[in-house]
Structures are given as structure tokens and as C-alpha cells.
């Protein structure tokens, strides 16, 4: 391995979905390892045993994928610094903790936890930041081990100088400045022996060789524990980037109150991988030339760390509906079919079994409607315009159309030049409204009024040149819902006078 390989990490906890927020913390890495031609390494956070589940981490590698993310190592690719889930590296820091209480850099505590919350309460209520007393760290070496080795409960704490001001360079957020007085002694190993989260995260990325930690900002009170510790261990340190957090319109964090929020959902929802995508990396992030419909590969260009903002990312929903829009126009027909079919199946418009005819069905569908909608999910609402057909329920000024002196005989005379044809197309129904318009006088709204409105039971949708080869297509086919004719809908429109 090149030692001045940038080297990041993506290290979740397999406790939920994948949030949006997380998945852009993600993307960031990745962009920044694929842009220097570095590594990034996905690795597992699943020491929280009562929370963390395999189906979680299954579900998490599953949207990662899905959004068009990849690593160099992980717990399903392995890698030379593994393993690569955080449960299985136990042994790893036991060790470093033995190491640690034996160079006095880190001391038992046998503080029960009720004596600790007692502690945190009187400092709020004091109107204080709640720091631990520090009462075990004065107990000799030889006395602790011999309270843990007879049997007594005990957390393991780092040492640390209690007082002073401590400061670190984050490379997005500038210098960033501590009170040592207020951080304690932080926890390492918990009385259970499960290792802490700030203590783990030290031993992986150093023993992982990362150079660059880029993650949320909400870890940022974290790093002053985590560096105290790197220093302890005698470890270099990484470069620190935080991430502003991820909001709503209102300005509050994100939740699925404003919306989806989980990749997966994003993904059932109808949007684009390749949408979703573009969309993250401008959370928080602005292209250099302005332009923000961009691939993977542009986006690996452009992306600059140093052009994140440190305000907060506002995620706006029509923004997103917007670019997947414009994601949705670059995808050929045969592949926007493919992103539609699943929805449409669901909906009940087309049949599990697909057959060739049915393929070019769903790609003259998918062209006559895409443009119109902002997910491919919204497709079903889109050809529901063709399937549900019923005059029943027309407006009072529909039927006023349609049964006025002209709508009559427009739709009687369509009626009887239809009965000369097998099929009709869009060339033909043109040819035949000049001769309707000849017959009846009819012209303009008059004409064309009742003619959309004995097709569509509708007095507005999609074009005509569009709709009638859609429809004498699909009612060619073997449909699991039926779609009727061009015929079949005026003879219905017909009954009615």
C-alpha cells in the first residue's frame, strides 16, 4: 500500500436504514477517495449489541449498492486491515486497553451508575456542563486490579489533563476550540466490557490507516475525546472534516415528518439512484461552474472539500423532483421501461410474465408520461388516465361538450368513419377529423371537445397524438386490467344520447 494513500471510511451502525444524512456523509467519502485515487473502506459500528441486527447491516450494504457506491474493503469484500465489523475485533481492544492501564494513561472506576447520574443531575441543576468527579483516579494501580480481579464492576477511563484549552484544524469547519474542563475523563470500556464508541472508532481508523475522517458534525464534540486518545495511544492523527447536519425547510434536523428520509424508502418511492445521488452531493456542496445535473463520474472531478459550506443543507424535496426529472430524460426507453415496470405491476397494469409487445407497450407508455411526472411511482397515476374509463362521472360542462348540438354530431359521425377501420392511428383520426369538420360544420372547441372527451372521458390530458396509439395498442394486448379501445369508447359515449 502507498503510504501517502488517501485512505477514508464509511463506519455505520446497523441499528436502522440508511438515512439520507448518513448516506451523504457516504457519498462525500467516497467522492474524496475516488477523486485522489485513494481507498475507501466500509466498515461495520455494531458494538451496540441490544440495538445492532444483521438484517440492518444486509439492508445497509443492499441501499449502498443501489445508490452507486463502492469499496475497496468491508466486511462483505474483506481487505488487509479486517476484520471489518467492530464485534469481531474485541481482542484488539482488550489489548490496547491493557496497554493503556499499564502506562497509567487510563484507570479502573468503580463508580456504581446511580452515583454517576446523581453526579449529572446536581451539575445541571447547578447550571454546569456534567463532567465525572474524577473520585477513582486516584486509587492505586495494584488496589484496582485487585477489586476488578475479585469480582467488582468496574468502567475503564482515559487520563486526561482535566484543565487547559485544547484546539484542532477541521478542513471544513476551520479551527475548532475546546475547554478541556468541561470533556472529563472520558469512558472507554464499559462496566459490561463492551468497549466504548470514541474509543473503538481510535483504534480502527489507526490500525485502518485513515487519513481523512468526514463525517457529520454532530460528531464533533466526539473528537476531542477521540484525539486525547489518539495521543494516549501515541497514534497519528487523522484529518478531521465535519459535515454540517442535513435539515428540513423549517430548519429543524431532518425526520419523516418532512418527508422520506431512509434510502430505501427514496428507492420504493420511484427515484433514480442516479438522481438521488446528484442530489446528496449538492447537500451542503456547490459545482464550481454551476451546472448541477451531474454524473458520478463529473461529480468525482468537480467534488472539492474545500467548497462545503458550513452552513446547514436544507434538503428541499423539489429541488430532488426536479433533478430526477432531468435524470429521467437521459435514460434511454428500454431502461426507463425497466425503472417503471415494477411500479406498474404493483398498480396491477401489467402482468408479472412479460412478452416482447409488452415490453414495447410499456416504452411508448413510459415516453407519452415521463415528462410528466416527478417519480416513476407517479406512473400509475399517469395511466390510470387511460384505464379508467367512465363517462358516469363527467362534470356538468363535459357532458355539456359532449352532448351539445355539435358533440353529437361530431361523435356520430366519428362513430361511423371508425366503423371503416381496423385500427386506428393518429395519421387516420387526423384525416377523419377534416372530414367530420366538413360533414357536421363543427370546428375548433366545438370539434375537438367532444372528440377528446368520448376518448378520454376527459376534458384535458395527454395529447391525442399520443394517447390514441397508446390506447389501440394496449387493447391489443394482454392486459391484467383491460384497456378499451378507441371503438369501444365512442360506442360507450354513443349510449348516451
Partial sequence: MNEDQ???????SPTGLLHVGNARTALFNW???????????????????ERSAPEYERKLIED???????????????GPFGPYRQSARLET???????LLEAGKAYYCFCPPEDLEKERQEARAAGKTPV??????????????????????????????GQGEFRFDDLVRGTVTFDLAVVGDPVLVRSTGLPAYNYVVVIDDFLMRITHVIRGEDHLANTVRQILTYRALDCPLPQFAHLSMVMGADNTRLSKRHGATAVDKFKRDGYLASSLFNYLALLGWAPPDGNEVLDRDELVRLFDLGRVSRSAAIFDYGKLHWLNRQHIKRLPPRAKAEEALPHLQAAGFLPQEMTDAHWSWLEQAVEAFSERVDTFSDLKDSLAQIFDFSLEHLGEQEWSDLKGECGKRVVRSFAGLLAGIDRLDFAAFAEMTKAIKGETGCKGRDLYHPLRIALTARSSGLDLDKFIPLVESGAALDLPRPLKSCSERVAEALSFF
Avoid: M, N
Fill in 6 to 12: 488517501v485512505r477514508v471510511r464509511f463506519a455505520p
Fill in 31 to 49: 467522492l474524496y477517495a475516488r477523486q485522489h485515487r485513494g481507498a475507501f473502506v466500509l466498515r461495520v459500528e455494531d458494538t451496540d449489541v
Fill in 64 to 78: 449502498l449498492r443501489w445508490l452507486g457506491l463502492d469499496w475497496d474493503e468491508g466486511p462483505d469484500t474483506g
Fill in 93 to 99: 481492544y482488550s489489548a490496547h486497553t491493557k496497554t
Fill in 132 to 161: 465525572y468527579s474524577g473520585k477513582c483516579r486516584s486509587i492505586p494501580g495494584d488496589e484496582a486490579l485487585g477489586r476488578v480481579a475479585d469480582g467488582e464492576a468496574a468502567s475503564v477511563r482515559l487520563r486526561t489533563p
